[in-house]
């Protein structure tokens, strides 16, 4: 009972400025280059593991956040064209100048990926973390660090909002906000599609998954870091599944974004359903939380590994 009656006043938090992590003035950690040097970099190094050589050419984003950075740090690792998929406009033209500016700084030195002692938090985690030199040769970094791409990057930024709604389809940025239909982006028209503590969000993960797999080339990959974590609305990490959905709903019933309390199994399985191959998964493990006997009833088909598994790096190809 005083879990629960911290929960909801913890989602009464959300309605006082200041007070809320996720309350509609920040989202995480993308205002920073680095961050978003280092989420990117992450995915690309992933993707390289399961047999990617280079940079793919059309890269999307679901819920960039405060900046458009990942997808900015993609564009200099050599993709061609980046596409940012949000439901709220977080991001702005003078932060994402910002972020550009330092990203190309960090390119230009070859920076190593700010790893576990910057961001212990940040996964997935990595073995190594010195820049990919192998999948970002000098040829493909002098490409896209021209003067004249730069240029054509920083106009797109500027234009129509931030690079929203371009009217030129082969812009290097879009920014579409808000999406809530597949048609946003033409079927099979990207390479890969990544995304960094967003799934967790998502109200609709089926659909979600199918237009991401519509989206996708043959062969293309879809990279997601998802946290199930309950983001400080119980005392243990898996706390959030405790709660029966009535409760769950009044606490957060006014939140900006709510977390969808689904395991790593749905997950896994709301993709493998859209048609994807699973071919990794970097769980994170916990066996700090709540026991089976401790679940709310809507939570009783979750699996062993599910109680123990606060998050993790999914890696799916749709079939070639
Ligand atoms: C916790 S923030 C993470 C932001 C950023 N990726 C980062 O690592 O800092 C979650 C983001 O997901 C977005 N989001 C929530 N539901 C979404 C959806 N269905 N499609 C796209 N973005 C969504 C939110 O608006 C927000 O930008």
Redesign the pocket.
């Known amino acids: 009972m005083k879990t629960k009656t911290k929960m909801i006043l913890s989602g009464l938090a959300t309605y006082v400025p200041g007070l809320s992590k996720?309350g509609g003035t920040g989202?995480?950690?993308?205002v920073s280059a680095r961050?978003c040097y280092s989420?990117w970099l992450r995915h690309l190094v992933v993707a390289g593991q399961a047999g990617i050589t280079r940079c793919p050419e059309a890269v999307a984003e679901?819920?960039?956040?405060?900046s458009l950075g990942?997808g900015l740090a993609a564009l200099l690792s050599g993709a061609s064209r980046y596409i940012a998929?949000?439901?709220?406009r977080?991001a702005d033209v003078s932060r994402n100048i910002e972020v550009l500016d330092e990203l190309v700084e960090l390119f230009r030195a070859r920076a190593d990926i700010p790893g576990e002692a910057e961001y212990p938090d940040v996964k997935p985690y990595l073995d190594d973390y010195s820049f990919p030199g192998e999948m970002i040769d000098e040829e493909t970094l002098a490409r896209s660090l021209e003067p004249d791409r730069l240029a054509a990057i920083r106009r797109c930024l500027r234009s129509a909002d931030g690079g929203s709604d371009s009217p030129d389809a082969d812009a290097p940025v879009v920014y579409r906000v808000p999406?809530f239909d597949a048609s946003v982006l033409q079927p099979e028209s990207v390479d890969l599609v990544f995304?960094?503590?967003?799934m967790e969000?998502?109200?609709d993960l089926p659909f979600?998954y199918r237009a991401i797999y519509d989206w996708l080339k043959p062969g293309g990959l879809a990279s997601h870091q998802i946290d199930y974590k309950c983001d400080q609305t119980a005392d243990r990490w898996n706390g959030h599944w405790a709660y029966s959905r009535p409760v769950w709903h009044l606490a957060n019933r006014k939140r900006l974004?709510r977390l969808n309390r689904k395991a790593h199994s749905d997950h896994v399985r709301a993709q493998q359903a859209a048609g994807f191959w699973i071919i990794g998964e970097r769980p994170i493990e916990d066996g700090s939380g709540l026991g089976r006997d401790e679940l709310a009833p809507e939570f009783s088909h979750l699996t062993d590994e599910d109680l123990r598994t606060s998050g993790a790096h999914i890696l799916a190809m749709k079939p070639p």
């Not at 679901?62 to 405060?66: A, E, M």
């Open positions: 996720r989202t995480g950690g993308s961050y989420v679901l819920g960039p956040g405060d990942a998929l949000d439901v709220i977080h999406w995304s960094q503590a967003v969000y998502v109200d979600t974004m």
